[in-house]
């Protein structure tokens, strides 16, 4: 069993960093991809960032530039550095993690197999 648990959400006004992790727990293996994962307000879950296992990464449009996503194999926590932060980014975030590759619409949020609790993050004009 493989559990997730997100840390680091908060408040921030507009141009303003913050950084989420995602520490996971339990015996993953060494092949699978995450991705974070937001829900805005009134809004459906949608993929900003992902990584695979062979460290290829990719970003939502939205936040290309402003966001990276990295992962830490040895203490196997997955991390997004958020900056120039926008209004528009509130929401609340998500890790979740895939068995071999991401799934293949991402980022479309379905077909995850295992997901984070989730942390808010607000960002003010």
């Known amino acids: 069993q493989v559990q997730l648990v997100e840390s680091g959400g908060g408040s921030v006004q507009a141009g303003g960093s913050l950084k989420l992790s995602c520490k996971v727990f339990?015996?993953?293996?060494?092949?699978?991809?995450m991705s974070w994962i937001r829900q805005p307000p009134g809004k459906g879950r949608e993929g900003v960032a992902k990584?695979?296992?062979?460290?290829?990464?990719a970003y939502a449009d939205s936040v290309k530039g402003r966001f990276t996503i990295s992962k830490d194999n040895a203490e196997i926590t997955l991390n997004l550095q958020m900056n120039s932060l926008k209004p528009e980014d509130t929401g609340i975030y998500y890790c979740?993690?895939?068995?071999?590759?991401?799934?293949?619409?991402?980022?479309?949020?379905?077909?995850?197999?295992?997901w984070g609790q989730g942390t808010q993050v607000t960002v003010s004009s």
């Open positions: 339990g015996n993953t293996g060494w092949n699978y991809c």
């Open positions: 979740a993690l895939d068995w071999g590759r991401c799934p293949g619409d991402w980022p479309r949020a379905a077909g995850f197999d295992y």
């Open positions: 990584i695979e296992s062979d460290g290829s990464t």
